[in-house]
């Protein structure tokens, strides 16, 4: 475990400096399991699997140039006992493997909606409805198992998602919105049209389930997109510098619930 003392640091620059190392600790042969970050004091705490103390030193010098002011061994079976679990539970055997587990610390979270679902239902019929729905799940389930997503709850006409790193959630909800153009053009007469919403922070985990003012401004931004729209949090626009992502950044919009303008940006994609 390592400890960094940083004065005036935020929740946002720790999660950069996260992900910054997430994206090269397999150079270092480093397994980061989970952070804390006590912003009164400015400090955070890093667990990790390592083969040293000057592996962890090197991978945060060099993923963002943060090191840390001590690296200390400590015993998984005390920091287990202590905070209830250090990792993700494991995948019991006979549990299908559907990227359901639930992660902790930063995520970034999406909402999926399918548009005009209560419509479909009439046009369609209940039968054919319910097929349509087993395609849609499919479809939004293998492109999130594919991106390192992990479904926390089919909605009934969408689903709610969590990634660990933000740029695999945008690459996600572009392979969701491509993959809906790929089976609408094979399935003109019962075409399904999403739209989707990101956003990026610590929400809080209970009942197995994720809350907090990060899910709930994900859902509203679901609400707000239009379809085959991806609109995303600013937060997540930043976590995606140099990621070559393109954003189209909007005027700020009233969200439900929410007292003061969020600033938008709407991912641009392409089949």
Not at 32 to 37: A, G, P, R
Not at 152 to 180: N, P, W, Y
Not at 215 to 230: D, G, S, T
Request: charged letters at 25%; a negative charge.
């Amino acid at each position: 475990m390592d400890r960094h003392d940083i004065p005036g640091v935020t929740a946002l620059d720790v999660a950069e400096a996260h992900v910054k190392d997430l994206e090269i600790q397999d150079q270092y042969g480093v397994n980061l399991m989970t952070y804390w970050f006590d912003q009164a004091r400015g400090t955070v705490f890093c667990l990790m699997e390592a083969p040293s103390e000057d592996h962890v030193r090197e991978l945060h010098r060099n993923a963002h140039g943060l090191v840390p002011h001590e690296v200390i061994e400590v015993d998984p079976a005390i920091v287990g006992a202590f905070l209830g679990r250090i990792e993700d539970p494991p995948k019991e055997a006979d549990e299908p493997d559907d990227g359901s587990k639930i992660d902790s610390a930063f995520r970034a979270i999406m909402f999926t909606d399918i548009v005009g679902s209560t419509d479909m239902t009439v046009r369609l019929g209940d039968e054919e409805a319910v097929r349509l729905i087993s395609d849609h799940n499919s479809i939004v389930r293998k492109t999130l198992r594919s991106n390192n997503g992990s479904e926390i709850k089919f909605t009934g006409d969408g689903f709610h998602a969590s990634f660990s790193l933000v740029s695999e959630a945008v690459r996600c909800a572009i392979c969701i919105q491509q993959e809906f153009v790929a089976y609408n053009e094979d399935h003109p007469d019962r075409e399904i049209r999403v739209k989707i919403g990101l956003s990026a922070g610590e929400p809080i985990m209970a009942d197995q389930d994720l809350f907090g003012s990060t899910v709930n401004l994900a859902a509203r931004i679901c609400e707000h997109a239009a379809a085959e729209q991806i609109l995303v949090a600013q937060v997540v626009c930043d976590l995606c510098l140099g990621k070559k992502f393109d954003f189209n950044q909007q005027s700020g919009t009233l969200l439900k619930g929410f007292d003061e303008p969020t600033q938008l940006s709407e991912v641009a994609w392409s089949a």
